[in-house]
Every structure is written in structure tokens, then in C-alpha cells.
């Protein structure tokens, strides 16, 4: 079945240093991938997005790569902040469907 | 408002009683999603909306669960004869269309005791 999955259910990294998440998803048909930051006791934020036409997008901080050969998808933070601290979802659109598909998360914990 | 707001943010019940949970999208906003976090999870999708009609049902878990938005706005989830597996945090967010970037409220968090 269709499946978004993360390598890594906690990742610790010191202020300061850079970020990377990973993500592998399943449907080599999806055509869109986005990046939701979650913490505790909200919802999850937009974070940022990228179409399967691209293999790069870059935020303020944050940079997404997408795979398509071998179905993996990063999120990279620079210079990680206390406040980054949170899980963080993957999640894809399989292409001609209109729901989102998430993976189970990664928790970021951030130490001074 | 300025963002997707649910009510209640908390409800606890009772094995097999009846609830509603709210949810008010983003002004102009016709898309609307329901999805559905347990406990160290990703949200797994529900239910979604294009104006009134409910577009995709496909992941209602079985005929307890029920969804409406009669005026193309407000959404209320209604779950009938309510399970202990029923508890999970219930989270609705809004797009300007589908295939925008949705905004997720803070979630209606239910306990079935």
C-alpha cells in the first residue's frame, strides 16, 4: 500500500549546528511533498513544499530535497534554533488524488 | 478568524455515547479536511470537502463516523456509539483549494473512557 516513512524517530543536534530529516515515501506517482512542523499541542504548521518537477525548493532556514529515483525526501535546517525543536511530518499527494498522506514523524530536540 | 479553529479543544466521554466536534475553517476557504493523529502518529486522513459535498469519504473507519458542512463553511465530525479506539486527537484544516498548502487548527483531542 501507499506508505510515507521516516529513518528516524529522534534526532538531537546542538543550537546552532544544521538539521537534516529524512523521509522515504512509497508511490513513485506521487507529484507533491510537504513538510509540517508539529509541537506539542497544536497542529501541524506549514512548513514547505516542493512539486515532483523539482528536486529542490529553499526556505528561510530550510531547504527540501526530493529523490525521485530512489523515493526520498530531506528537510534541512540551518542553524538550528531552541524553537525548532518538534516533531516533523512528511507527507505526500499521490497524483491524482486529493488527500495527503503523512508519515509517522521525527522528533527534533534542540540542546543548547 | 485568522486560522482554523475547533471546538471543543477537549472532550471526554463514555463508551458508546454520541459527539460532535467543530470545526470553523478559514474564512473563504472551500476546502475542508478532516484527519485523525493517535498518539505518536502522523495524521491519517478522514474525510474531505469542496464547498458542501464531501468529496473523498474513503477514510470514515466504518458508518460511526459521519461528517457534514451544510452551508460550504463549519464542519462538524459526528461520531455515534463512541469506542475506547475511538480516542485520538481529531484535526481539521482548511485550503483555498485542494490542491493548495491546507492550514490545520490545534486539533479536538477525544478520550472515550
Known amino acids: 500500500g501507499e506508505s510515507v516513512g521516516l529513518h528516524l524517530p529522534t534526532l538531537s543536534v546542538q543550537e546552532g549546528d544544521n538539521s537534516i530529516i529524512n523521509c522515504a515515501y512509497s508511490n513513485s506517482a506521487s507529484d507533491y511533498f510537504i513538510w509540517y512542523k508539529q509541537e506539542s499541542g497544536k497542529g501541524p504548521q506549514f512548513i514547505i513544499d516542493i512539486r515532483s518537477n523539482m528536486d529542490k525548493r529553499q526556505g528561510q532556514r530550510v531547504t527540501v530535497l526530493l529523490n525521485k529515483t530512489v523515493k526520498h525526501l530531506s528537510l534541512q535546517i540551518a542553524a538550528t534554533q531552541p524553537g525548532d525543536s518538534a516533531v516533523y511530518f512528511c507527507?505526500?499527494?499521490?497524483?491524482?488524488?486529493?488527500?495527503?498522506?503523512f508519515g509517522t514523524g521525527t522528533r527534533l530536540q534542540v540542546f543548547p | 478568524g485568522a486560522g482554523v479553529s475547533q471546538t471543543p479543544s477537549n472532550k471526554v466521554t463514555e463508551k458508546g455515547k454520541y459527539v460532535e466536534l467543530r470545526c470553523d475553517p478559514i474564512s473563504g476557504h472551500t476546502a475542508l479536511y478532516w484527519y485523525r493523529q493517535s498518539l505518536g502518529q502522523g495524521p491519517e486522513f478522514l474525510i474531505y470537502f469542496q464547498g458542501t459535498g464531501a468529496a473523498d469519504d474513503s477514510g470514515l473507519p466504518n458508518d460511526r463516523f459521519f461528517a457534514v458542512r451544510p452551508e460550504g463553511s463549519v464542519s462538524t465530525l459526528k461520531i455515534q456509539r463512541t469506542e475506547r479506539g475511538d480516542s485520538a486527537v481529531y484535526l481539521c484544516a482548511s485550503g483555498r483549494g485542494i490542491t493548495e498548502v491546507l492550514t490545520f487548527g490545534a486539533g479536538s483531542r477525544l478520550t472515550v473512557l
Open positions: 507527507a505526500e499527494r499521490p497524483y491524482n488524488t486529493d488527500k495527503l498522506i
